[in-house]
């Protein structure tokens, strides 16, 4: 909850950061001179409570949503000598960790893959793919899970979810200034919104939202050469490589659904622009940076 409060009073830091600089250069006074009847601290705090409230409520329902969507089969009592070791390494690890035992399941896909989720680091869940089973080695499955584990101690869900609340909350606000700037000064509108704002605020969203993505996507990159460490202190270093080759290996590599796509252990392919919405840094690079870890 501390990593939450940290970050909410970031957000009110810099929107009242905001709210100085307008004042101190006038802005309010211009826009007011202008006709320009906007209350930016209104806006603020609407860009505030709507920016967080969504990515809020998908961290607190991560957990049950990805049971549903990847249809996960939580190993309660395992069935075979695999699922029992599959069990006691990630309960092994979270230990290593310092984390309480996640939840530990398995999602039938042909793709060898695998995620963590959860709004709380000691209350999480680890799955895995039913492809990664059958493609992976154990030592292999096990930088793997050390990889995950260490999403979970790192609080990737809950930073990544945090980082999402505020590049929304910029998103909101500066659209909404944009619109109405360009409804009155330009278009003249007087009193109430006319349909400049409404498109003019839906093109700035989306504009907006796209360069919201590429910082968004960055820290996700960031995360995973973090999360490959973990793994590989966690299980060691050449499985931890291992594992990676093996991924290389791999036909046609899919990201996960949604939000499950930035924790999984595997991610799209692309070049170009496209490698700025990845969640994923490349196999390559990846494997690079735990060759060069000492």
């Known amino acids: 909850m501390s990593r939450i409060f940290l970050f909410l009073a970031t957000n009110m830091a810099v929107m009242a950061l905001i709210g100085i600089v307008f004042q101190i250069f006038g802005i309010q006074g211009l826009l007011a001179q202008n006709g320009v009847d906007l209350n930016l601290t209104a806006v603020m705090v609407m860009s505030l409570v709507v920016g967080f409230s969504g990515s809020i409520i998908s961290l607190f329902m991560s957990k049950s949503m990805a049971k549903r969507s990847m249809g996960v089969n939580i190993i309660e009592q395992p069935a075979n000598n695999a699922e029992r070791w599959l069990l006691e390494t990630v309960y092994r690890q979270a230990e290593q960790a310092g984390i309480g035992r996640p939840e530990v399941g398995i999602f039938d896909s042909p793709q060898p893959n695998a995620f963590a989720t959860g709004a709380n680091k000691n ?42 609340g505020v590049v929304n909350t910029f998103v909101m606000f500066l659209s909404t200034v944009i619109g109405h700037l360009i409804d009155r000064i330009v278009f003249k509108t007087e009193r109430g919104h006319g349909p400049a704002y409404y498109i003019t605020s839906i093109i700035a969203q989306l504009v907006l939202s796209v360069l919201a993505s590429i910082i968004v996507m960055w820290f996700s990159r960031r995360r995973e050469f973090r999360a490959d460490q973990g793994g590989a202190q966690l299980a060691g270093k050449e499985k931890m490589i291992a594992s990676l080759k093996r991924l290389q290996q791999a036909s046609e590599p899919q990201d996960l659904p949604d939000q499950m796509a930035a924790f999984g252990i595997a991610g799209g392919v692309g070049g170009g622009l496209k490698a700025l919405f990845l969640t994923h840094p490349p196999l390559e690079q990846r494997i690079a940076a735990l060759q060069s870890m000492q």
Not at 128 to 145: W, Y
């Open 123 to 164: 209350a999480a869940l680890v799955a895995v793919s039913t492809g990664l089973l059958n493609t992976m080695t154990q030592d292999e499955v096990e930088a793997v899970l050390g990889h995950e584990v260490s999403h979970v101690a790192n609080g990737d869900m809950i930073t990544m979810a945090l980082i999402q």
